[in-house]
């Protein structure tokens, strides 16, 4: 153990040296307030030369230099003013030192550092998140803010970065173990009022849908799912986070059950808050990129909601960017598929923008993906309802800007195909 004890200490040494060293070079204009992350990222630094002589001195010099480590690393996804000044350089320089602190981990002593040292990490972060988040209400009941002020934001900001980006060095075979660690650390960081905090929670529980069972998630089921609808009507440069992290979540622990309460609340919080600006460029093209599971998940449950979603839809139809007309295409295309649109007031309306919107095409550069999914939308109406179809197509038989839509369609021939219910 004395060997192994030796050659971690040294390794620290090597590692640490040239960090130190590019950090103190490192230009920092220290913002208004008295806080510094460059001072707090130098105090993770193990002590030069290290002099470190029992079990437990080293294992706080790697917590530290973990931390370190993952601060520096973090920022290069970071749109943080207070990590933007770290230079990619150096953001490379701790990822391949932590990676490097990481394999001689593993062949000294054939453990995961990151596993090894989460308990003791996360806590850690927690913490500091916690700090400078809302309290809820004080003794007599009173919602009061006492934290933030005792607390600069900014050490929230910086440990939530560091807590995401060391979920996301854990091995996907070991991280469902880690989860009891790693999930209320995660719902901390979404009950902050920062939703730079915020943002990094929510890409902490999109990394854990995605890697782990969906088993793991049961214990805190309803406290995840809660905490994602409140989350919903977050801020704009968070709310592609809060939609994908709120339909890999709600499908992952749903699955099987459509009628669940749980899809009802997310959707209609979603359709909330995409009415309170439905001609939001933002908010409509995040949603439609990720909205698609969860469509899939509720099936014919859908049919209830058709009221909020078919005006929205037809909004975003005619909107000026291709994106979102070939995004909003594929959402009508799943729903028909799992809906079958039976018994719906949207039906000839819908025809009637899909009409619209082919000839319009012609001005957009897209123009052939846009009626390719045209044409697939319209074949599944007519399969859906066919004589209804017939009846509403009557009207655009005979006209010539349609004739090639026409000829892919053939209508009469189409026959209907009804589904029970």
Not at 292 to 303: D, N, R
């Amino acid at each position: 153990m004395a060997t192994s004890f030796s050659n971690l200490r040294d390794l620290l040494t090597r590692l640490s040296q040239p960090i130190r060293e590019s950090l103190s070079k490192t230009s920092y204009k220290q913002p208004d307030s008295d806080i510094s992350i460059k001072s707090l990222l130098q105090s993770l630094l193990p002590p030069f030369p290290i002099n470190i002589n029992e079990e437990s001195d080293l294992q706080s010099q790697l917590t530290s230099f973990t931390l370190l480590c993952a601060a520096l690393a973090s920022s290069q996804s970071s749109t943080y003013d207070q990590l933007s000044w770290i230079p990619l350089s150096l953001s490379n320089s701790a990822d391949s030192a932590f990676r490097e602190l990481h394999k001689a981990f593993s062949d000294d002593q054939g453990k995961d550092i990151t596993i090894e040292l989460m308990p003791r990490v996360l806590p850690l972060l927690k913490t500091s998140i916690k700090e400078s988040s809302i309290d809820k209400e004080d003794a007599d009941g009173d919602e009061v803010s006492a934290a933030s002020a005792r607390v600069p934001v900014a050490y929230a900001i910086v440990a939530a970065h560091q807590f995401k980006w060391l979920v996301t060095q854990v091995d996907s075979s070991q991280l469902g173990k880690l989860c009891s660690l790693i999930i209320p650390c995660a719902l901390t960081a979404l009950d902050h009022w920062s939703p730079e905090v915020k943002g990094q929670g929510m890409m902490t529980f999109i990394h854990l849908a995605k890697h782990v069972n969906s088993s793991v998630f049961s214990v805190y089921e309803d406290v995840i799912l809660d905490a994602c609808c409140q989350n919903i009507a977050s801020s704009d440069e968070i709310w592609e986070h809060v939609v994908e992290m709120s339909v890999l979540l709600v499908t992952c622990t749903q699955q099987n059950n459509p009628r669940s309460s749980w899809f009802e609340k997310v959707l209609n919080e979603m359709l909330s808050h995409l009415w309170r600006q439905p001609r939001s460029k933002e908010r409509r093209i995040a949603f439609l990129k990720h909205i698609e599971p969860l469509f899939i998940g509720m099936g014919l449950v859908l049919l209830g909601h058709f009221r909020r979603m078919f005006p929205l839809f037809f909004k975003w139809m005619h909107a000026d960017d291709d994106q979102s007309v070939l995004l909003v295409l594929d959402s009508i295309k799943t729903v028909i598929k799992f809906t079958w649109i039976r018994y719906s007031p949207f039906y000839d309306r819908l025809i009637d923008e899909l009409v619209i919107l082919y000839k319009d095409a012609s001005l957009k550069v897209e123009k052939e993906e846009i009626r390719a999914r045209i044409v697939q939308i319209l074949t599944l109406l007519q399969k859906c309802k066919g004589e209804q179809f017939e009846a509403a197509w009557v009207k655009y038989k005979e006209d010539p800007n349609l004739s090639k839509l026409c000829t892919s369609l053939n209508p009469e021939t189409v026959v209907s195909h009804p589904i029970s219910t």
